[in-house]
């Protein structure tokens, strides 16, 4: 009787296209391992909505394996390599597989890992399920890392995946099965339920991605191009928290999008560049491992930041700048555990720019906000808004957040989805109501100062302190 194979799943909570899976499956019995470890993952243990998505994205896979006739291990740990070492002695198992993460903690902790196993005697080995090519394998001609997207795609886009996906492994039986720990005992879900809107607007775990990456190929991958920007449409994939807990993997969304009937056309390359953006993020955090922290632009380590920002800092936080655009992204965010892109970028150049905010704080509120937060797509966003980041926009291009808001929501309906007390202005005021007449205020009986505050940051005004803020550092 072969040996038992651990598999130790991380954030690739799936069964297809899951090589570390398939791989331990042709071998012989499989025991599938989740370590729950959050000391080991530096500064950056999961936030309060990650969370939530990674209770329920454990129960779904734990019922997935047990249709199949296998099981989830959980267990609670400070250690892994001792969970790992404890559960080969309980099994008798002789190899251990896991797929690959690139957090710098989790790189130098899989390293040391893999080093004391087979120093054990065990066999240890890791896999790629993360990414469509590992960072090292996408290299400048001349040698080196990319710090530009578009020859980053170039080549990337021409060497495609590293592999098909892989199906869903058929497990062999296996009858003596260590003890673990229910999720719950894991504390994941907050105390105060603050999540409970996120409940009907996500289904995690891997059925949830697949149906959600299916509905978007049907529905809205025609028109995704000219299409993405607007946040009052649904019509992006919402993909995100799906991709970072690895319940669908980018080779298994490459080759269904080039399966599909648009492939080839603008909006799928479109949509494939995007997903393109998540691997180069990747790929700058692989090479940076200083990216959650240290601007990549080290000039912007003595930006002169706005001192006493605190109550600013809690007005963006909870959606009452008075700026309505900014104010609908940051409620959208406390309410669904997600943003759109588009305001992404708008309700963090108000930040980091007209407030004088640093990047490290805004990233820290999405960190824990985000159902997808991830500290690769994350860390990129931040720098690439604040200026200071690889290819990121140039500093002095400052977003003005109503002719935003003019431009991607002329309707305002995004606006009075999330800040109802807009609702009633008409388009022509919604995006600067402190700008409307006051017979207009009247008649959408809206009282400013009272039911909806006035902006907390004078625009044309930060804008230029945000300018001449930048002329100190820039010949630094
Ligand atoms: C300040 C800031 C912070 C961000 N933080 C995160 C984060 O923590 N986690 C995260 O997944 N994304 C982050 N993003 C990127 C982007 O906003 C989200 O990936 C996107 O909104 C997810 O929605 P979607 O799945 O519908 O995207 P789609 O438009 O459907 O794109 C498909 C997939 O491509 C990837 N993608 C798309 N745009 C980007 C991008 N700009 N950078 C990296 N990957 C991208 C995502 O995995 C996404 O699911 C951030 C952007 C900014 C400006």
């Not at 899989?110 to 960072?135: H, Q, V, W, Y």
């Not at 886009?157 to 003596?176: E, F, I, N």
Request: aromatic share 10%; hydrophobic share 40%.
């Amino acid at each position: 009787m072969a040996r038992p194979c651990l598999v130790w799943l991380r954030r690739d909570l799936r069964l297809a296209d899951n090589p570390a899976l398939h791989a331990a499956a042709s071998r012989g019995p499989v025991i599938p391992v989740y370590l729950h470890a959050p000391t080991e993952q530096d500064d950056w243990p999961e936030g309060g909505a990650s969370r939530w998505w990674l209770h329920h994205s454990l129960e779904r896979l734990g019922a997935s394996l047990v249709q199949r006739q296998s099981q989830l291990i959980i267990r609670r740990c400070g250690d892994s390599l001792e969970a790992l070492r404890e559960l080969a002695r309980e099994t008798g198992a002789g190899t251990v597989y896991w797929n690959r993460l690139y957090e710098p903690a989790a790189i130098a902790r899989d390293r040391r890992i893999k080093t004391a196993l087979r120093e054990d005697g065990l066999e240890a080995a890791s896999f790629n399920a993360r990414l469509l090519r590992e960072p090292w394998e996408v290299r400048k001609q001349e040698g080196g890392s990319y710090r530009a997207f578009t020859p980053f795609w170039r080549n990337l886009r021409k060497l495609g995946p590293d592999s098909a996906p892989l199906d869903v492994p058929r497990l062999p039986t296996h009858d003596h099965w260590p003890t673990g720990e229910a999720i719950a005992d894991l504390d994941l879900l907050p105390a105060i339920p603050w999540y409970r809107g996120f409940e009907p607007c996500w289904t995690p775990g891997e059925d949830g991605a697949q149906q959600r990456l299916d509905a978007f190929l049907r529905e809205r991958l025609s028109g995704y191009g000219g299409q993405r920007d607007l946040p009052a449409c649904d019509s992006t994939s919402g993909l995100s928290p799906h991709l970072h807990f690895g319940e669908i993997g980018p080779r298994q969304v490459w080759a269904s999008v080039q399966a599909s009937r648009l492939a080839g056309s603008g909006d799928a390359e479109k949509f494939l560049a995007e997903v393109g953006w998540r691997e180069f993020a990747h790929h700058l955090l692989y090479h940076n491992p200083g990216m959650p922290t240290q601007p990549l632009d080290r000039r912007f380590e003595d930006f002169p930041w706005a001192r006493d920002a605190d109550d600013a800092l809690e007005a963006w936080q909870h959606g009452r700048t008075g700026i309505p655009i900014v104010d609908a992204g940051m409620r959208q965010l406390w309410e669904t555990g997600w943003m759109h892109n588009r305001v992404r970028m708008i309700v963090g150049s108000l930040l980091t720019k007209n407030l004088r905010i640093p990047w490290q704080r805004g990233e820290a509120w999405f960190w824990d906000t985000l159902v997808d937060a991830d500290l690769a797509n994350n860390s990129m966003g931040w720098q690439w808004i604040q200026g200071c980041g690889a290819d990121a926009a140039p500093y002095f291009r400052i977003f003005n957040p109503v002719r935003q808001g003019e431009r991607f929501d002329p309707d305002g309906d995004y606006v009075r989805r999330w800040v109802p007390e807009l609702g009633k202005l008409p388009a022509e005021h919604i995006h600067q109501p402190w700008k409307a007449p006051g017979s207009a205020l009247e008649q959408a009986g809206l009282r400013l100062g009272s039911d909806y505050p006035p902006p907390i940051v004078d625009l044309k005004e930060s804008r230029q302190q945000a300018l001449d803020a930048y002329q100190q550092i820039k010949n630094g």
